[in-house]
């Protein structure tokens, strides 16, 4: 979607509202991930005292494999999307405000690149998952294989300095 703010900037307490459903492609989200529907986004931007604001919210579920046993993963996700739209920068640095290029205000871009943001760096079935087992690949969450774990060699160490 995008939004006409030049209504916005030249207007005192104009908004613009918005309650929609935004589809993307799995690719655009990241590798092996998808939405199981379209994230729903609502919000407005709006023009208080002379500052252009976007305050939005994006939901949506998320479908991922968890990153140690590979199981289906639903992650439900409610990001807010809040910026300070400006039309010039002046020296501040700040994470918040977004220098327009153009008017149209591409929306759904903003949208994205908040939610990509959001996303955990790491998603786990649950937080104790105990993954693939790496000899046989068993699922440790439902069975154990009895194959004996790797040696660590900073213990075999220990244990030889202790028979001397
Ligand atoms: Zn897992
Ligand atoms: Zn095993």
């Not at 979607?1 to 799995?26: C, H, K, R, T």
């Not at 786990?124 to 774990?149: F, H, I, P, S, Y």
Request: aromatic share 6%; charged share 25%; proline share 5%.
């Amino acid at each position: 979607m995008f939004l006409e703010l030049e209504p916005v900037f030249n207007n005192e307490g104009a908004q613009i509202p918005f309650d929609y459903s935004l589809g993307w492609a799995a690719d655009e989200i990241g590798a092996g991930l998808s939405l199981d529907n379209p994230a729903r986004v609502t919000g407005k931007v709006y023009n208080a005292a002379g500052v252009v604001r976007l305050s939005a919210k994006a939901e949506a579920v998320v479908l991922a494999l968890c990153d140690r046993c590979a199981a289906d993963v639903r992650l439900p996700m409610s990001v807010p999307v809040n910026h300070v739209l400006v039309t010039s920068l002046n020296d501040e640095d700040n994470d918040e405000l977004i220098l327009l290029e153009s008017m149209r205000f591409d929306l759904d871009a903003m949208v994205r690149e908040d939610f990509i943001l959001a996303l955990p760096s790491k998603i786990l079935c649950r937080n104790d998952c105990r993954g693939l087992c790496g000899v046989c690949g068993a699922n440790l969450n439902e069975t154990q294989c009895g194959c004996a774990a790797p040696a660590d060699p900073r213990l075999e160490a220990l244990k030889q300095f202790l028979k001397q």
